[in-house]
Nanobody, 126 residues
Framework: QVQLVESGGGSVQDGGSLRLSCAAS????????MAWFRQTPGKEREGVAF???????SYSDSVKGRFTVSQDNAKSTLYLEMNSLKVEDTGMYYC????????????????????WGRGTQVTVSA
């Protein structure tokens, strides 16, 4: 049974930083790609940061240069370091495990996500 539990969300001011964590229990499921998706007000859910089993990351244009995804396999934890946060980054952030071997914003949509966490709220104020 797969469990994904996010933490680290909160409220910060424009330009601030947050670090999200995702404790992952994958059981017998062999995952190639994990990612962070977000749901921002008025928009569809989008994948913003992806990382493969061999630590190859990719990012959406909206967060590239500001967010960093990483993982600690020994701790079974996925991270998202978010810097230079903007008001438009406000939303619910989800840790996900994707299907198959595709692992980038252009290849993975929410329809190709296999497992979702419950999410953690990030609020950025002006």
């Amino acid at each position: 049974q797969v469990q994904l539990v996010e933490s680290g969300g909160g409220s910060v001011q424009d330009g601030g930083s947050l670090r999200l964590s995702c404790a992952a229990s994958l059981g017998t499921y062999s995952s190639y790609c994990m990612a962070w998706f977000r749901q921002t007000p008025g928009k569809e859910r989008e994948g913003v940061a992806f990382i493969t089993r061999d630590d190859s990351p990719s990012y959406s244009d909206s967060v590239k240069g500001r967010f960093t995804v990483s993982q600690d396999n020994a701790k079974s934890t996925l991270y998202l370091e978010m810097n230079s946060l903007k008001v438009e980054d406000t939303g619910m952030y989800y840790c996900v495990v994707t299907r198959g071997v595709r692992c980038s914003p252009s290849e993975v949509s929410e329809e190709t996500v296999r497992y979702w966490g419950r999410g953690t709220q990030v609020t950025v104020s002006a």
